[in-house]
Structures are given as C-alpha cells and as structure tokens.
C-alpha cells in the first residue's frame, strides 16, 4: 500500500493510535499522504464509513475522492470525502432538529444574504449591507453570537452592525435557512449543547484527515476538537508557510493550539518537494525564511538544478504585459513549453487581469482568467436554483419571492407587499400565509386566487421531483417544467441582444443535463453527498446544490494560457510561471502609510502591520512554489494609481530571493528577436545547401 512513498511520508501514512500533524511543503505529496493514510486504516481494520476526510473546496474533494478510489477501489465510495461545509449540512440535515432545524432548511447565497440584510438594516444601500455582511460573517468565523458581538463593540458603527445581525438571526430562524458560516457555527453549537449529538459523532467517525489545516478558522477549530474527543484520532495536514486567508479569518493559532490541546501529538515534516527545481526552491525557501517559523522546515528538490530563476524589469504595465507574451513566445520557440495550459501568469489582486488579457489577444494567445464568475453566479441559474429551495422548504421566503416573480405571473409588487405585511403580523411565511383562510380580508379575491394558483402548482411540483428517478425522468421532467413556466421565453423578452439570451438558454440547458446525470448516479456529487451508482430523486440532488461553487464538467483542462490571482492558484501548478507587478505596494499590497512612513522593510511597524506583512509573504511563497521547471518575476518601474503614473519600487520580497544578479536580468523581447534571427540564419543556411546540392 505505501510503495512510491519515502520515509517520512510513510511515517505519517503509518501512524495510527493518535493525533498527528502533518506539516507537508508546497509540492511535498499531501493528497498522496492522506490517501494512502486512507487505504493504510482500511487496511488495520477500520470501517470506510468511519473515516472522514475534509478538505476546502469542493474540486479538492472531488480529486481526492478519485484518488482514493484508484487505490483502494469501490472501498472509497463509503469514505466521507467532502468539505467543511458539506459536512456541517450532513450534520444538520440529520441532527439540526435539536435547534430547532428542520431537516429541509435553504442554504442562503451572498445575493440573499445582502438583501436580508437591508431589510433588517433598514437600508436600501447594498455597500453598506455588504459590510455588514463581512463583519458578521468575521464574528460568526470567531464563534461569537449578536449579543457577544455587541458586547465586544469597539465603536457606534460596530454596536449598530451587532444590532443588525441581532435581527438577521431572527429572520434567518424564521425562514428556516441558514448562510454558509451557520454550516459550521451551528454544527459547533450542536456538538457543544447536545452531548448526545455529540456521542453519536464521535462513534461515527473513528479518523477523520484535515488537508490544508492551516487554513481552519477558530470554529471548525473546536468543531474538529468536539469531533474527535479526547482520543485526538485525527491527521491534521498542512503547511503555516501557506497560511494565507487572515482575511476571511484563518487562524494560525490553531496549529500553535494543536500541541496544547493534544500533548501526545506526532509531528511529521515533508520537506521533499516533487514539483520544482532547485533553483526555484531556493528562491521559495529565502523568501519566506525572515517570517518566524513554528515548526522550522527546508524544502529541497532531486529535480536538479534548472533553470534560474529570471527577474525581469519594465518601465509600466503596458510594457510588462508585452514582455510577459514575449517570454511565452520564445519558451514555445525554444521548445521547452508547447501547449499553452502550461503557462501561467499569476498577479495579487483581480484588477491586474485587464492589461495582461489585452497582450495576450492583441499576439492571439487563449487565455482563461482563473476565478471568474462561478456558473452558480449566472442569474438564470439562480432563478432554477430559487424554484428549488423553494421546494425543499417552503418556508424559505428569498427564494418565494425570486420564484413568484421569475418568470412574472401577473402577480404584482402591491400583492406581494400586502401579502409580506400579513405574513409579519401572524408570524407565517409568506408561503404558509397565501393559504391562510384570513388573507382574502387584506386582498382582493383575484390576487389570492392568483396566489392559490401558484402555491398548488409549487406543491405540485416538490411532489412530481420527489418521485422523479434518475437521469432520463429528471431531464423529462425539467424541461417540460420549463416549458410550462415559459422560461425561454422570459429569457429572450428580457434581453437586448438575442445572442446573449440564446447564450443563457443554452446554460440553462446545461444545467438541466448536469442536474439529471447526478440523478442517474453518473457522476460523484462535489457537496461528498451522492454516491456513483445510486439513482436519486431530483429533489435529492436539489438539496445539495447550494454547496457547489463550479460544475466540474466546465473545469476541463482547456490548452488555454491561465491568467490567476495569487489567492486562486493555491492548491495548483504549471511547468512555466510568470509572478506579475511585484512591486512594493502591490505585493507585498499597501502596508499602511501611517504605521510605516517609509514603505520599506527596515521601517517601524505595529504588531498588525507585521502580521499583514507575513501573510504577503506567505503569499509570495505560495505564488513561486507554484512554478515547476521556470519562474519570471516581473516589476514597474512605473504604475497606475487613480488616473496618474506614479514612480515604483521593486518589491522587498525580489531582494529576499537573494538570486544571484548576474543571472537574473534578462529582456524576453530581445530573446524572441535573436531566436527568430536564428531560425531565419537557419532557414537561409537549409536553402543554399539545397540550392548548392540541387546545382549541375
């Protein structure tokens, strides 16, 4: 089972009786690790239903899911594979009556979330109700509720966001939803509060594996803790040198509490990188050697040397974005990279995209910019995705008001709002108030029999998708409900251009043909929910589709040049990488003037300046690790900032790679021309020997 593996990957693949942290290096073999941890406690005797296996995105499970079923067969359909957040809904789906849940409860996107929020914030201003969002959401990931929050106020603005979510949880509870964080905070609270619950958990799962550990927040931290008890059967696997979501409330507390809270644990490092060459691993390791190290690691490569790593200067943008095609250029030219899908340029913020996507159709390069809009964003999507929610729980009012007015049914804004008011003052959801015997006394009796109509063909509807099996039915069923609801042709009404409606059409189609193969069992479900094989009921499979963020059927690999933000291309690699705009300001990103005037690293900075600073670094780290064979880190002499040209600095992190100058600077265009000088040199040199071969 653990052949192909070196010492100390099968020293963490071998340990067995207690807690173990596995601090794997970029490129060092950690989804090799815990599948074979995987098949290893198959092996000792464990049931592949008690072993659970969490990781942060669902394309992440989806390939260890694969992995592990190549290893160890059909054996891994029965290992829970899956993230955080599918595995909270697994949890509440089955235990969330203890709160109060029932098991039908709507998962909330970010669109309803805001517009919740502005009801209960009383503002019509959606900025405003999105930062509200993003404190909130930072609270619950701390694991505090409205009143803790309140409590801890720092400011007016912050007692005010505390009241605002005080109300938030009210409607929440009352509309039987929960929001993404709620996946895990209410999962936490069962554990906490229900010994029972939390029994039950802990003989369920007898190991559970944690990839990119360091990315945990303090929630799933205690959740974690509460899933293992005091036996600490757990593989914690992860790296603090990537630890680079703070932002969104990553903690690397949670690795400096692992050896507290579980004073038996193992420590395993795997400082063997299989990606890159040693060039560039040297880069990495200097770049992020200043940061202070909780537990101290080298990473090195039997790759060779390679190629060195090119430090490459511009006067702005413009000019960078014409040296980074020429680079890609003359690589293919040399012959060392000739499929596209094997570049790619990497960059710290989104806005960054524009310039380099306009080089690159300007030389006529594919390209796909990495993190773009999730098919799940797409408007029509969403409007299918409300209809569905609306049947899983009918007291989900977001999606109520999204499905009575998508496609429109002659049911107007006065009705709905004579029909909210009602459903407030009895305390009903908007769904359980259309049948209320009172409400022909506030609406006139056209408008409830309008009303009627559409709660019974709802009703109708959730009990045709309940008895809806497998692929074939479910597709039948879509697209005649479709047609029913006319939906295409809301489509094309409400679009400009025909071509774009035509283009939604053909998503909504999409969507249908990857809705009834889940069904049909043809496809493992991305939530870790469906299992191969198995027929479900559309309603089933409607159930776990506010977890998904992609369609892996789009993820194919596209011989395309990938654009990516520095965040996105975690987890990924390319033989050829090109690091874009670091410079100071821009990566490390602006610090803040008034703790360090200077901008530089030698400045003074506060406590959370040098955090922030570390996190940056980190990312730099991330960013050159991502590189296989060569690395090209470019810089401005010149950017953009607002509307003028303002004068730029190599960023900090370039003289931390302490690369050897002589080697670094190199101007691609320059390289294109003599190769192509070459090639001409070549082809003339071919022509007159068969000229003189061909002569009498």
């Known amino acids: 089972m653990s052949s192909g593996l070196n010492s100390a990957q099968q020293e963490a693949v071998n340990y067995m009786h207690g807690p173990c942290l596995v601090l794997a290096g970029a490129g060092s073999g950690k989804t090799r690790v815990i599948t074979h941890k995987i098949a290893r406690l198959i092996q000792t005797g464990l049931e592949a239903k008690r072993i659970a296996a969490i990781t942060f995105t669902n394309k992440a499970a989806a390939e260890m899911r694969e992995r592990a079923k190549s290893l160890i067969g059909r054996e891994a359909k029965n290992v829970l594979v899956c993230t955080f957040h599918a595995l909270g809904v697994r949890m509440l789906r089955q235990d969330g009556a203890a709160l109060g849940l029932k098991p039908q409860f709507s998962i909330l996107d970010s669109d309803d979330v805001t517009s919740i929020l502005k009801d209960a914030g009383g503002s019509t201003d959606a900025a405003t109700a999105r930062q509200w969002q993003w404190a909130i959401s930072l609270w619950k990931n701390m694991g505090l509720n409205a009143a803790q929050a309140e409590a801890q106020a720092k400011d007016d603005n912050e007692k005010v966001t505390a009241r605002v979510m005080a109300r938030y949880e009210e409607r929440l509870a009352a509309y039987q939803s929960v929001d993404f964080d709620d996946l895990i905070g209410l999962p936490l609270k069962l554990l906490q509060q229900h010994a029972e619950v939390r029994e039950k958990w802990q003989q369920q ?48 507390d949670n690795l400096k509490r692992l050896p507290l809270d579980f004073p038996q644990l193992k420590v395993v490092k795997l400082e063997q990188n299989y990606r890159s060459t040693s060039a560039i691993l040297r880069a990495a390791n200097n770049v992020i050697g200043p940061n202070p190290k909780l537990f101290p690691k080298t990473l090195f490569s039997e790759l060779g040397e390679g190629e060195p790593v090119r430090v490459v200067d511009a006067d702005n943008e413009e000019h960078e974005a014409e040296r980074v095609v020429a680079r890609i250029q003359s690589t293919r030219a040399n012959g060392l990279g000739q499929e596209w899908r094997e570049f790619a340029v990497l960059y710290r913020a989104n806005h960054q995209a524009r310039i380099f996507e306009q080089a690159l159709r300007k030389a006529q390069i594919p390209y796909k910019v990495s993190g773009g809009q999730s098919f799940f964003d797409r408007a029509e999507i969403k409007d299918l995705c409300a209809w569905f929610r609306l049947w899983i729980n009918n007291d989900d009012d977001p999606a109520f008001l999204r499905a009575i007015t998508t496609p429109k049914r002659g049911i107007g804004h006065t009705t709905l709002q004579n029909l909210g008011t009602f459903a407030s003052k ?57 047609k ?50 198995e027929k479900k009921s559309l309603l089933e499979v409607a159930q776990t589709i506010a977890l998904l963020s992609t369609i892996s059927e789009r993820e194919q690999d596209q011989n395309v040049v990938t654009l990516s933000t520095l965040h996105a291309a975690k987890g990924l690699e390319w033989p050829h990488v090109m690091l874009v705009g670091v410079t100071e300001g821009l990566l490390p990103f602006k610090l803040g003037d008034d703790d360090n005037p200077t901008g530089r690293a030698d400045g003074p900075m506060s406590e959370g300046i040098l955090q922030r600073l570390q996190e940056e670094r980190r990312l730099m780290y991330v960013g050159i690790t991502r590189a296989q064979r060569s690395l090209a880190v470019s810089w401005t002499k010149r950017r953009k900032k607002g509307r003028e040209m303002i004068a730029a600095q190599p960023s900090r992190f370039i003289a931390e790679m302490a690369l050897e100058t002589a080697t670094t600077k190199e101007d691609p265009r320059e390289k294109l021309k003599a190769l192509r000088a070459e090639f001409a040199k070549k082809a003339i040199d071919t022509a007159a020997a068969a000229a003189a071969a061909s002569a009498p």
């Open 205 to 252: 799962l007898g190991h559970v594996l944690v990839d990119e550990y360091q990315d945990t927040n303090a929630t799933q931290y205690e959740v974690l803790k509460l899933l293992v008890g005091e036996r600490g059967r757990f593989t914690a696997v992860g790296d603090d040198d990537q630890s680079i979501y703070g932002w969104r409330g990553a903690t690397l």
């Open 426 to 482: 009895y305390k009903l959801s908007l769904f359980e108030a259309l049948f209320s015997s009172s409400l022909a006394s506030v609406l006139p009796a056209k408008a409830v029999g309008s009303l009627h109509e559409f709660g019974r063909y709802v009703n109708d509807l959730e009990f045709r998708a309940r008895h809806t099996l497998g692929a074939q039915d479910a597709r039948a069923f879509m697209l005649e409900w479709l």
């Open 484 to 533: 029913e609801i006319d939906y295409e042709k809301h489509l094309y009404d409400g679009e400009d251009s025909e071509k774009l409606a035509a283009s939604r059409w053909t998503n909504v189609l999409e969507f249908c043909d990857w809705m009834s193969q889940r069904c049909g069992g043809e496809i493992d479900d991305a939530a870790g929910v469906s299992i191969a094989g």
